[in-house]
T-cell receptor, first 110, second 112 residues
Framework: EDKVVQSPLSLVVHEGDTVTLNCSYEVTNFRSLLWYKQEKKAPTFLFMLTSSGIEKKSGRLSSILDKKELFSILNITATQTGDSAIYLC??????????FGAGTRLTVKP | DGGITQSPKYLFRKEGQNVTLSCEQNLNHDAMYWYRQDPGQGLRLIYYSQIVNDFQKGDIAEGYSVSREKKESFPLTVTSAQKNPTAFYLCASANPGQRGYTFGSGTRLTVV
């Protein structure tokens, strides 16, 4: 059965800390892996990763995919209180559906 | 501005009642999806539709029904057969090869 597993499920840090969120997957017909940030309602898109070893960066956020080991990490450096959110990992497949992990709830304290 | 609109934002239902959640998009997307989100369980796929007048069951379709009579609209009905309907429901849309899904703001359904 296809699955996406995120860890940790919850994380509390202080401003300025660096965090690493993990996502492992077992999905047939893999097409891409996506990271979303969900603050209150709708998840918003962060990254889409399709190739191994190529780091995607956006400001203090970066992500990388390892298709051999079937995992991805999302790094956030110099965290700010505005980074507090649920971070969702999702894997898109050629089966025409997207499977989500349970999410990591990140809390950044001042 | 293009987007995807879900309504209502909050919905209360008595046990035994059917309720319909609305999802409308003006992005000209072919595919639309319904997800359910419970605490600690991420998003689980209920139904999806790749084209008008066609839809497929997701992982947790029991107790739900959908229709796709128009490209822009993909309403979800939560029937009385759904034993634990209290949850946050998210609708999404996409085109093939698009970078990720576009999500609506969600509907929080509470059974009272």
């Amino acid at each position: 059965e296809d699955k996406v597993v995120q860890s940790p499920l919850s994380l509390v840090v202080h401003e300025g800390d660096t965090v690493t969120l993990n996502c492992s997957y077992e999905v047939t017909n893999f097409r891409s892996l996506l990271w979303y940030k969900q603050e209150k309602k709708a998840p918003t898109f962060l990254f889409m990763l399709t190739s191994s070893g190529i780091e995607k960066k956006s400001g203090r956020l970066s992500s990388i995919l390892d298709k051999k080991e079937l995992f991805s990490i999302l790094n956030i450096t110099a965290t700010q209180t505005g980074d507090s959110a649920i971070y969702l990992c999702a894997v898109d497949s050629y089966n025409n559906d997207m499977r989500f992990g349970a999410g990591t709830r990140l809390t950044v304290k001042p | 501005d293009g987007g995807i609109t879900q309504s209502p934002k909050y919905l209360f239902r008595k046990e035994g009642q059917n309720v319909t959640l609305s999802c409308e998009q003006n992005l000209n997307h072919d595919a639309m999806y319904w997800y359910r989100q419970d605490p600690g369980q991420g998003l689980r796929l209920i139904y999806y539709s790749q084209i008008v007048n066609d839809f497929q069951k997701g992982d947790i379709a029991e107790g739900y029904s959908v229709s796709r009579e128009k490209k822009e609209s993909f309403p979800l009905t939560v029937t009385s057969a759904q034993k634990n309907p209290t949850a946050f429901y998210l609708c999404a849309s996409a085109n093939p090869g698009q970078r990720g899904y576009t999500f609506g703001s969600g509907t929080r359904l509470t059974v009272v």
